[in-house]
């Protein structure tokens, strides 16, 4: 059975840091495009950043310049060092590992951006 455990969320103050943590059991990460995607309220769920099993990486627009995803292959996790965090960043985030024909998701972490 797959499993995506995603943990780090939480509330933050504007201009304040999060690492998000991916921890996977039943599939192996290397092999797979590993994605964090976020939903905010009202709003359509989007992929933040992404990176792929040779280790190429993209962001989205927003994000540029202050998230950083990273995989730890030993550990079989996938992380997003949040940096510089807006209250636009508040949502729930999802882990995403992607395959040929894979699809699998976590079940979401919160992160909330207050003062």
């Known amino acids: 059975q797959v499993q995506l455990v995603e943990s780090g969320g939480g509330l933050v103050q504007p201009g304040g840091s999060l690492r998000l943590s991916c921890a996977a059991s039943?599939?192996?990460?290397?092999?797979?495009?590993m994605g964090w995607y976020r939903q905010a309220p009202g709003k359509q769920r989007e992929l933040v950043a992404v990176?792929?099993?040779?280790?190429?990486?993209n962001y989205a627009d927003s994000v540029k310049g202050r998230f950083t995803i990273s995989r730890d292959n030993a550990k079989n996790t996938v992380y997003l060092q949040m940096n510089s965090l807006k209250p636009e960043d508040t949502a729930v985030y999802y882990c995403?590992?992607?395959?040929?024909?894979?699809?699998?998701w976590g079940e979401g972490t919160l992160v909330t951006v207050s003062s």
């Open positions: 995403n590992a992607k395959g040929f024909v894979e699809d699998y």
């Open positions: 039943g599939i192996i990460l290397s092999g797979y495009a």
């Open positions: 990176v792929r099993s040779l280790g190429s990486t």
